[in-house]
């Protein structure tokens, strides 16, 4: 009875908005955005998560505060397909830079929230075509010793 209370006052009388997700909504936090206006432009999120502490979309809260934002999600997935190693996949939820002004700080969002992973290359042929730069490092002609 106290949930119910407690559903009703955080999220109207009609149960059907009480979905898990809307319930307890995820914000992905960075270390700089605590603040406002800050918030806004560091933090990816709020939107709607329905994973819980035993699912594959891990999003764990404090017992004491089930609809706080969790305090552990899974920003990481990889899945290795051994036999396939071409088919393997690995994703981050907001991307590869923490640096908001970087174009690969929030480019794996979407993808992430989708479930979707962004393949691993093995082998050269799937390498070479997925390769957006390339850098070959040389090294020097070696000196004479005096």
């Known amino acids: 009875a106290s949930v119910v209370r407690l559903l009703r006052k955080r999220r109207g009388r009609r149960s059907s ?12 936090r960075h270390p700089a955005g605590d603040r406002w206006p800050l918030d806004a432009i560091f933090n990816l999120g709020p939107f709607a998560w329905g ?8 999003a764990t809260s404090h017992p004491l505060e089930p609809l706080d934002n969790p ?8 899945a290795i397909d ?3 190693w071409d088919h ?5 939820a907001g991307g ?3 640096n908001p002004f ?21 082998t050269i042929p799937p390498t070479e075509e997925a390769n ?11 000196r004479r010793q005096p």
Do not use: C, N
Request: charged letters at 20%; glycine letters at 12%.
């Open 102 to 122: 970087s174009p690969h700080y929030r480019d794996q969002f979407m993808l992430w929230k989708e479930g979707d992973g962004i393949p691993i290359s093995w």
């Open 88 to 92: 393997s996949r690995w994703i981050l």
């Open 51 to 58: 994973g819980d502490t035993a699912t594959v979309g891990m």
């Open 17 to 28: 908005d009480w979905a898990w997700g809307r319930l307890r909504p995820v914000t992905l």
């Open 132 to 142: 957006m730069k390339r850098l070959d490092l040389v090294p020097a002609p070696a």
């Open 82 to 84: 051994v036999g396939g």
């Open 96 to 98: 590869q830079s923490g």
């Open 71 to 78: 305090v552990t999600v899974a920003t990481m997935r990889m």
